[in-house]
């Protein structure tokens, strides 16, 4: 693949930087926050989009990816801090797939919004692909080096955790 090395790194960089001054302390942040972008030379670059997996105007490869409890897609958060982080779809070579497969093999950081309770997500960067699982149909995504990380996802019992989340983010609605 080739693509516009130096334009991708400045707008990861400029997204990453955004996005440090947005969060608050425990690196939580709003939905309407995120979804609203940055300015960037006068053109308005989205870090999130409708689907989980999401590519910016004038990108090539994706920069986040995005997750909650109640999404359709069975991704995990292991003790090891890595996502199991599924396909869109059943399709490997969906085009989505295919740009997550590329952020790996050319090894881009992504940003990694989790879903901690309705509109409030916990902004992990820089992630990275760091394999993928043709058979489970997911990627690995390390959040090992991440900013942000919250103690509370190193914790092997997720009821526990998600009764911290709660408490600490508000009352999960159902």
């Known amino acids: 693949m080739n693509f516009n090395r130096q334009r991708d790194k400045e707008l990861r960089t400029v997204a990453f930087e955004w996005l440090r001054r947005q969060v608050s302390a425990g690196g939580a942040v709003s939905r309407d926050r995120i979804a609203g972008g940055l300015q960037l030379r006068g053109q308005r ?14 990108m090539e ?9 109640r999404g359709p897609y069975a991704n995990e ?3 090891d801090l ?3 982080y599924r396909y869109r779809g059943s399709d490997p070579f969906h085009p989505d797939n295919v740009g997550l497969r590329n952020v790996m093999l050319n090894r ?3 940003i990694y919004f989790h879903g901690m309770v309705p509109g409030i997500y916990m902004a992990m960067w820089p992630v990275y692909v760091t394999g993928e699982s043709v058979t489970d149909r997911a990627f690995l995504v390390s959040l090992n080096d991440a900013e942000f990380v919250d103690p509370i996802f190193t914790k092997a019992d997720e009821k526990a955790r998600d009764e911290e989340l709660a408490r600490k983010y508000g009352a999960v609605d159902g």
């Open 108 to 110: 881009l950081p992504l």
């Open 45 to 58: 670059v989205h870090l999130v989009g409708r689907q989980g997996i999401a590519t910016p105007d004038g």
């Open 77 to 79: 958060i292991g003790t």
């Open 61 to 69: 490869l994706p920069l986040s990816i995005r997750a909650s409890q």
């Open 82 to 84: 890595v996502l199991r």
